[in-house]
């Protein structure tokens, strides 16, 4: 039996996570009679797993995305960092600075923001379903239907905020998409972006467990892709680290033709900043992406590094101090350009993204043609779409859930405005 009702709801949310959470805030705050239903039993579980549980929530440098990045940094400039900033304040949440612009909590505890996005929602016009799956949404003539595993509602105002399919175990799905395709809403077919990569490690198997700042290009048909330098981390099962993750959303669907070169100049302690000065790239090594850089570029620096260490090791020993033993003894190759070679551009083959189940976000989905970034409304005029639904993503560094916040509150600010 479905329960109708009494009344239309002004707004329901579909979706507990940051950004359903932010438009809540904001829908309490101007007294909105609003409805967020959550299909887990628990809210934003990703929020509380980002950051390693830490939650980087912000970041306060320049704004990187990929998709319809244009998009995502129109909406950043209608609900800009400052303002983001304003808003975690104005809930009591203390936030810290770290390197590379990333904004954490000063508890280092993703839950306390979830506590502070909860505070406004306590005694006020918002209420919150849990355990409640929402199925489909029909237009109506000034209003919505919703239908979901337990009732059905009208409302007058529908914000989408549903989440993409990454991460299913912390509650991805594609109930966005299908609900949304069927109203004309096109899609960019999601990947998975922000994951690990599967490689063939058989050349690499006592690599396991290994850490090691490393710059990682990807290269497919022969062509310079991606760069990004950070710590690799080897598995049986292949690479991963941040900087790994960050060349997953420009792996193609055919990946044959793909490798990815690891250089270990920073390892080697060579003055990687200044040797790059004449370069594309002149930025620190723990920088994350940066210009795609051809792979042989640190080969001759390499090779005057070994030259200078023949005084002081035999060539048997030239990489001991400078690599760990088991990569040492994998790049020393009988002359020394091959071992120069090897340390600035060890080839890995047999790519393959770790897939959704392993990915933070998802490169792709609902197309944002039509969706006004000041508003979020779409061209139905009570409809909303906000967060990771949409075909944004962006870098690793606060940049995800920056743009969940931000877009959820232009479209609860939007909704406010009509009453
Ligand atoms: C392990 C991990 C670490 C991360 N770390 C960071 C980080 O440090 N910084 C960063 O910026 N980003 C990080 N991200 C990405 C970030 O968490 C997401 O981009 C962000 O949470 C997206 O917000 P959202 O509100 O759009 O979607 P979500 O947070 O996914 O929220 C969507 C909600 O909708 C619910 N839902 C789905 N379908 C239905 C339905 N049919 N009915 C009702 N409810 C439904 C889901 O259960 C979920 O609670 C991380 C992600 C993961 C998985």
Not at 69 to 97: D, I
Not at 168 to 183: Q, R
Not at 255 to 262: G, M, R, S, V
Request: aromatic content about 6%; hydrophobic content about 40%.
């Amino acid at each position: 039996m479905t329960k109708r009702l009494p009344r239309n709801k002004q707004l329901i949310i579909i979706g507990g996570g940051a950004s359903g959470l932010a438009a809540s805030c904001i829908a309490a705050k101007h007294g909105i009679d609003t409805l967020l239903i959550e299909k887990n039993s628990k809210l934003a579980r990703k929020l509380l797993a980002s950051g390693n549980g830490r939650c980087n929530l912000l970041n306060a440098g320049e704004p990187i995305y990929f998709g319809d990045s244009k998009f995502a940094k129109s909406v950043l400039n209608n609900c800009s960092f400052n303002r983001l900033v304003e808003f975690f304040n104005s809930l009591g949440l203390v936030l810290k600075q770290e390197e590379g612009g990333r904004i954490y909590p000063t508890t280092g505890r993703a839950d306390t923001v979830l506590d502070c996005l909860l505070r406004p929602t306590k005694n006020s016009s918002v209420s919150i379903n849990l355990n409640e799956r929402a199925k489909s949404i029909e237009p109506l003539d000034t209003s919505f239907k919703l239908v979901t595993d337990k009732s059905e509602y009208i409302c007058d105002n529908l914000l989408i905020a549903g989440g993409s399919i990454a991460s299913p175990k912390l509650g991805g799905t594609k109930d966005m998409y299908n609900m949304l395709m069927p109203l004309g809403f096109n899609m960019v077919a999601p990947k998975p972006a922000l994951c690990g990569i599967d490689c063939d490690m058989k050349p690499y198997i006592s690599l396991d467990g290994t850490r090691l700042m490393a710059i990682c290009t990807l290269v497919c048909d022969d062509k310079p892709i991606a760069t990004s330098i950070g710590e690799v981390l080897f598995s049986k099962r292949g690479l991963s680290g941040v900087c790994i993750m960050q060349l997953a959303r420009f792996l193609p669907g055919n990946t044959e033709n793909c490798h990815i070169y690891l250089d270990f100049s920073p390892t080697l302690g060579i003055d990687y900043c200044n040797k790059h000065k004449a370069s594309n790239i002149n930025m620190p090594f723990d920088m994350g992406l940066v210009k795609p850089s051809d792979i042989y570029k640190n080969t001759q620096i390499a090779l005057d590094f070994l030259q200078s260490r023949l005084t002081i090791l035999n060539k048997e020993d030239i990489l001991l101090g400078a690599l760990p033993s088991k990569l040492a003894r994998i790049c020393t190759k009988n002359s020394l350009n091959e071992t120069a070679k090897a340390v600035t551009a060890l080839k890995f083959c047999g790519l393959s993204p770790r897939g959704f189940e392993h990915a933070q976000v998802a490169a792709g989905g609902i197309s944002t043609k039509n969706i006004d970034p000041s508003t979020m409304q779409t061209v139905y005029s009570n409809l909303y779409i906000s967060g990771e639904t949409l075909n944004v993503d962006g870098d690793c560094g606060g940049y995800n859930l920056m743009f969940a916040f931000a877009s959820g509150i232009l479209a609860a600010m939007h909704v406010a405005g009509k009453y």
